[in-house]
């Protein structure tokens, strides 16, 4: 499957919401998100995430 993915600060993480991924790292912080931001952005398959602490609050859900 196939979901909205991250690379930042060294990791691959899933995104959440417009400001932050599912482990509470925040991508942004302006009010408006950077075209910058958006193009990290990807949708990706699931098991490329390699942040841990995503993957296991995505599961919890
Ligand atoms: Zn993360």
């Known amino acids: ?10 990791k691959i993480h899933i995104v959440k919401d417009i400001n932050k991924c599912e482990c509470g790292y925040k991508f942004n912080s302006e009010i408006r998100v950077k075209r910058k931001t958006l193009r990290k952005i990807k949708f990706v398959d699931i098991r490329k995430v390699t942040c841990d602490k995503c993957f296991l609050n995505f599961h919890k859900s």
């Open 1 to 10: 499957m196939l979901y909205p993915l991250i690379n930042d600060a060294h």
